[in-house]
């Protein structure tokens, strides 16, 4: 795409007009960014100043450091309300970076011009109205398209963290007009035609396209006003009081690079007086400034960034192509295709360079966009799917750029802390989205995961707990990192906690565990700084959890909070964590439960014996965890196997958790099989009403307890349950049957199947089992054939002969490296 550069020094230098130059743009626009550099070459001013916050002007000469790597922002917060936040996103190819970096490198002044902060910060939504979710501060609605301010409001939240969305008022799309009048129904073709591929000739005049793009506004500005954003008239009235004071101190040698609706309104004569009376009165708050890192993806649109672009990773890659960005940018695709294993030549990328000039020439358009380019991609490269598309779509349309900051940017003490933690840790931010196992066995991993559990204390939701694929086991925990800007905002938000990560979430415990008033949410914050390792929290949190356990007599609550603090015991182990006082509050939690289960369990409705019976299944996993005192005369595992003893045989509780009970019971071998057997007789008896049997049956066999497998391996209670099912009346079957089908629909696949080819061909048909014959629930006899035949094999697998000899037989390469071959010596299997 030819450049819109400077005129050769072999051509006479166009006339550039007289200051002040007034450069209006479209934010984050490659073409915009190209015509405003031209243009400052051509006319070198003395001064330039930019659309954006005036506060930021000490900030403005980091973006000449070295470690100053953009995309970035500037972010402006309320000193004392931090969530009370503004954006001002800057990429590479946005026009006022261009121009920023142009005055450092030319040694002209630079300044910002736009409202205060402090009174944007400070204004207040209308009375009954939420305030806007990303509407940018004092921005016009053409940041839909880009051609207003480029400020971005943080999202204000709920209690519970949440965004509260606005419908924004109805306001005028300034390029979606001009491309309508121009004849167009998509203005970003448009826009691309007129600005992204315009023919930067040497010797043209570098204003020229400022001249026509101000022309336009102007007509538009004449005929729809403010088009519906009225608070533009407050910032243009101060720009214009910056801009006066530039020019008396410079002359008539300053630019302007602002948003091009705003270009009419500087240009505009309007009396000082006027401009005061509008910025008299205007709300102020205390605000600090920065610049933090941003995102492509930050960048796009539909991140619900107002002045977003729909193709943040595709205006990067036209400005900074030297030459040919159609074939650059094939070539990129066809490099990201390839790491996704898939076939791409280099005949493929030809083929497309074609299509897509073959259709921008069929469109009457100057040269390939990026409609005409992804059309091409998509019938060459992607053989019409829509699936690798969509990965181009994500990872080159829009892109997974990250930009950085020099230490030098001013930050919150605890902003430092955690940076000074990321780099000790090698726990780099990165806006794609990764993977990180750890194992906690390793001192590095273990600080690591102390560090992501304590910023998700903090709110600041760098990490996600996932399950981790490799182990089970509490010393391995999986995280899924994705950095934000926006956590940025989060930071500066905790720093009112303290200064370094450790203190600030030590202190938003010890918060947390004073205002709590449900006891599991105490239980669930005493695991929590157990997993972050917050020592000086801790002995706060247990006492509020002492204090709050003593007095809930709520045994569903009880059973709530049980099962975390269980969970905690298990620390100490892997974390080397204290865990004697948790024990005690556990063992006295199940003591209680203990007491207060059975009449709690009385007389519940369907859905209450639901909630109960998983709660039954917590409590029952959590008593396996609990550490037994040695001077207790009654362990406590005894006390609850005879709770449920007690709910097994109990008519006034609902069978879904009588059922459960036998089972639990029948698991921890406490329970025998006949006995088993004994309570599914009395409950699928015909003096049950079926609901109730049914429920029994989804306590006993329901869930993810293994209860298929269980009745593919004994096949008496198996007959027990056809038996049941058979005699259940036609009348009362479509009542059980929704049931029914909830219980079985848990099983695997393979172990339905199973299930029902035992029951087409009748369970016990293999003959009755007899005490002697055998395990209980299996056939009386070995099928001694079919063993037969398995024998040579497990014999190779473990290393021993064929023949059932101890020397191991003469083995092939691949078989003699095998994991199974030198883990397992020979003569095992013997």
Known sequence: MPDVGGPCATDPAPAVPGGPWLLGVRHHGPGSARAVR??????????VLIEGPPEADGLLALAADPDMRPPVALLAHVV??????????????????????????????????????????????????EPPETEPLGGTDDERDGQGG?????????????????????????????????????????????????????????????????????????TYGDGGHARDLIREAYMRQQLRAARREFGDEVAVVCGAWHVPALAARITVAADRALLKGLPKVKAELTWVPWTHRRLARHSGYGAGIDSPGWYGHLFGAPDRPVERWMTKVAGLLREEDRQVSSAHVIEAVRLAGTLAAMRGRPLPGLTETTDAVRAVM??????????????????????????????????????????????????????????????????????????????????????????????????????EPELSVRVAEAGVWGTTVLAAATARAESEAAGATVLGEITALAERCLLAELSDALPVVMRALADRAALDTDVAHLAQ????????????????????????????????????????????????????RRRIDDVHTAMALIPEASERPVTLRDRWASVLARLAGRDTVAGEIRGRAVRLLLDDGRLEDTEAERHMGLALSVGTPPGEAAAWIEGFVGGASGGGMLLVHDERLLALVDTWLTGVPADAFTDVLPLLRRTFSAYEPGVRRTLGELVRRGPGTTGPAVADAGVPGFGAGLDEERAAAVEPLLRLLLGGNTDGSGAPPERSDHLASSPLASDHPAGVAK
């Open 382 to 483: 992607c053989e019409g799917s829509d699936v690798p598309l969509a990965l181009v779509q994500d990872r080159l349309v829009v892109g997974d750029v990250l930009g950085e900051v020099p230490d030098a940017a001013p930050a919150v003490p605890l902003q430092r802390d955690l940076t000074r933690a990321q780099r000790a840790l090698r726990l780099k931010p990165e806006a794609l989205e990764r993977e990180l196992e750890l194992d906690l066995r390793k001192e590095t991993d273990a600080a690591r995961s102390r560090l992501l559990h304590r910023l998700s204390l903090l709110g600041i939701g760098w990490g996600e707990r996932t399950a981790s694929r490799s182990s089970t086991g509490t010393f391995r925990e999986s995280w899924r990192l994705r950095w």
């Open 561 to 612: 909070a049980l099962p975390a603090l269980a969970r905690t015991l298990r620390y100490g182990d892997v974390r080397g964590t204290e865990t004697a006082a948790l024990g005690e509050v556990a063992a006295g939690l199940a003591e209680r439960i203990c007491v207060g289960l059975p009449p709690a369990c009385t007389g519940l409705d369907a859905d209450g014996a639901t909630e109960m």
């Open 150 to 222: 480029s400020q971005e409001r943080q999202p204000a939240r709920d209690d519970d963290g949440g965004s509260q969305e606005r419908q924004p008022a109805l306001r005028l799309d300034p390029i979606g007009v001009l491309a309508e009048t121009a004849g167009y129904d998509d203005p970003e073709a448009w826009w691309e035609d007129v600005v992204e591929h315009r023919d930067g000739t040497p010797g043209s005049d570098p204003y020229g396209p400022f001249t026509v793009l101000g022309e336009a506004m102007t007509a538009l500005r004449e």
């Open 38 to 47: 031209a243009a400052l070459e051509a006319a070198r001013p003395r001064a």
């Open 80 to 129: 004392d309300d931090p969530r009370r936040a503004a954006f001002w996103p800057m990429a590479e190819f946005s026009p006022e970076w261009v121009a920023l970096r142009w005055a450092l490198d030319a040694g002209a002044e630079v300044r910002f011009i736009d409202l205060p902060a402090a009174h944007s910060l400070a204004e207040e939504p209308a009375a009954g109205e």
